[in-house]
């Protein structure tokens, strides 16, 4: 089955998997969305869902686990007298879409008494027949797993190899996500999406006291096949961080503790993106800053009465939502409601501009369409706003790099890589880990430190920002388990953005606050 882009996704030449294509895709929708007009629906979608994944653990050279796991089924859902109805299945035949179809209804029927507003879907331009794949070479799927374990062997030996390193632990996550979608209005999609996270992290030991320290690499997970992981895209270089690792790992081990207080800071971008998802990207999820999802760390101090007033950041500030993004995780060519993928602005010049958010909730923030942001993970799990691609956009006029953004501290920290974080449910106070901080003394790096943390609200960093490095710094990084709702779903997604400079951030000893 060929692959197509329009209206504007990104095609890699691969075909739709055959045992995808070849189930009864059509005549599972024919008969679902019929029987549902026939119950009454004045809306109906049908969305079937296959969900490949593998996941390897290798501990010091040896295989700990590998698990294969494949989820298929499908999913109706309606929209009866302005109520939602939903209703999935695992048996994949005609007779039994149009039962499940029946049930959504009868589902929305019944809840119909408690329903106090109205659901109305924005339009949605008609997609017939559309297909779209994501940007990959190699299908990790088609892969042995020896040979998988054979590299992540390889990995772990250089790293156990070296003086000081006690333990290696390799991990390697694949998954392969494909749906078709159909519904009332006539649109009829299907689309394959291939994503990966590889690993691996270093640790040493005192023996004598039996404390530990980490480090890990930072090669972030992406929309891309088999060949980011053995480096022959030329994505990332896993020869020279392997490499390095157990030489930042040792000066780890005898950096001296942070003195906290207000301090200036470059921050690399394998550590920000984290930053970013948290204090933009869940901040300005539509549903969160209207109250509706409050369940899961919900809600948001962005709310719709700020729009277009509210200062996120410094002028320099420009974010950006992408559901196109090349190479992103949540990157799709439609979502899952039929919502061909989009860019839009979030915060511009500083200022709240956008949000995310999918066909039920433009209405309510008066837009005419949805900017594509529907998803469920899983064919048993209704589509609900999930996060686009948010990212933070690079110096438009001068490409400055890293080096220039540090020789214009006199004192203060390179942060380096991601790790433990904490956020307040409104998005607004939090505090930042990472993987390593080095030392800026008049311009020039010197030195590792530890047990730094980075503390602000939302506005006050952003708003620190004094300048961001140009296109030669920015870089996606990203997340495979976004967590949301209830019942929880997990949702994949990157973020992009360059280095930057914040000015008079506070800096926390982590060790001190622990106690210790």
Same mark, same amino acid.
């Given at each position: ?6 209206? /504007? ?18 005549? %599972?929708?024919?008969?679902? %969305? ?12 049908? =969305? ?11 501990? &010091? *050279? ?22 939602? *109805? ?30 106090? #507003?109205? +659901?109305?879907?924005? @339009?949605?331009?008609?997609? !017939? ?17 020896? @040979? ?15 003086? *000081? +390193? &006690?333990?290696?632990?390799?991990t390697l996550l694949q998954v392969k996500e494909q749906t078709y979608y159909a519904d009332t209005a006539g649109s009829a999609i299907i689309q394959q999406r291939v994503r990966l996270e590889p690993g691996l992290e270093a640790v040493t030991v005192d023996t004598a006291s039996g404390a530990f320290e980490t480090m890990r690499t930072l090669a972030p997970p992406v929309g891309r096949g088999w060949e980011y992981v053995t480096g022959a895209d030329g994505v990332w270089d896993w020869n020279t961080e392997l490499g390095r690792i157990p030489e930042w790992l040792a000066e780890k081990v005898k950096a001296p503790s942070v003195v906290?207080?207000?301090? &200036? %800071? ?7 993106? $984290? ?12 549903? =969160? ?38 190479? *992103? ?5 439609? &979502? ?17 501009? /956008? ?9 309510? $923030? ?37 080096? #220039?953004?540090?020789?214009? +501290? ?5 942060? +380096? !890589? ?5 956020? @307040? ?13 080095? =030392?800026?003394?008049?311009? #020039? ?5 530890? @047990? ?13 920002? #004094?300048?961001?490095? /140009? ?32 000015? !008079? ?12």
């Open positions: 089955m060929a692959t197509s882009t329009e209206p /504007g996704g990104q095609s890699c030449g691969h075909d739709i998997d055959p045992e995808f294509a070849g189930l009864p895709l059509q005549s %599972l929708a024919d008969a679902a %969305l019929s029987a549902a007009r026939a119950a009454g629906a004045e809306h109906a979608d049908l =969305r079937v869902h296959r969900l490949c994944t593998q996941s390897i653990r290798l501990r &010091d *050279g040896r295989v700990e686990a590998l698990t294969d796991t494949v989820e298929l089924g499908f999913a109706v859902r309606v929209i009866v007298d302005g109520t939602w *109805g939903f209703s999935s299945h695992a048996v994949l035949n005609p007779e039994t879409a149009a039962q499940v179809a029946r049930s959504a209804v009868a589902v929305a029927t019944s809840l119909r008494a408690l329903n106090r #507003e109205r +659901v109305a879907l924005a @339009d949605e331009p008609r997609y !017939g027949n559309a297909q779209w794949v994501s940007a990959y070479e190699i299908d990790p799927f088609t892969i042995p797993a020896t @040979d998988k374990v054979a590299l992540l062997q390889d990995y772990s030996g250089r790293l156990s190899a070296a003086d *000081g +390193v &006690d333990h290696v632990t390799a906290p207080g207000p301090t &200036d %800071l470059v921050i690399d971008p394998t550590n920000l993106w $984290l930053t970013i998802h948290e204090s933009i990207g869940h901040a300005t999820e539509y549903d =969160r800053a209207i109250g509706y999802e409050s369940a899961y760390a919900g809600t948001s101090f962005a709310t719709p009465d700020l729009l277009g007033t509210l200062q996120y950041g410094t002028p320099i500030m420009h974010v950006t939502a992408d559901r196109m993004q090349r190479h *992103g995780l949540a990157s799709v060519g439609y &979502d899952d409601e039929g919502v061909a993928g989009q860019r839009w602005d979030l915060v511009r010049d500083g200022v709240l501009v /956008g949000y995310q958010l999918d066909r039920a909730f433009a209405p309510r $923030l008066g837009l005419e369409r949805s900017n594509g942001c529907s998803y469920a993970d899983s064919p048993h799990h209704v589509p609900i706003q999930r996060m686009a691609n948010v990212s933070l956009q690079p110096d438009p006029e001068r490409d400055t790099s890293t080096r #220039e953004l540090i020789s214009r +501290v006199a004192d203060g920290i390179y942060i +380096v !890589g991601d790790k433990s974080w904490s956020i @307040d449910m409104q998005r607004y106070n939090f505090q930042f880990t990472g993987q390593r901080f080095f =030392r800026i003394r008049n311009g #020039e790096l010197d030195g590792q430190l530890r @047990d730094v943390a980075y503390q602000a609200t939302t506005t006050d960093f952003w708003g620190s920002m #004094e300048a961001v490095g /140009g296109p030669s710094t920015w870089q996606l990084g990203g997340a495979f388990n976004c967590g949301k709702a209830q019942p929880g779903q997990v949702a994949a997604v990157s973020h992009g953005c360059p280095s930057v400079l914040v000015r !008079g951030v506070n800096v926390l000893n982590t060790r001190t606050e622990a106690g210790q």
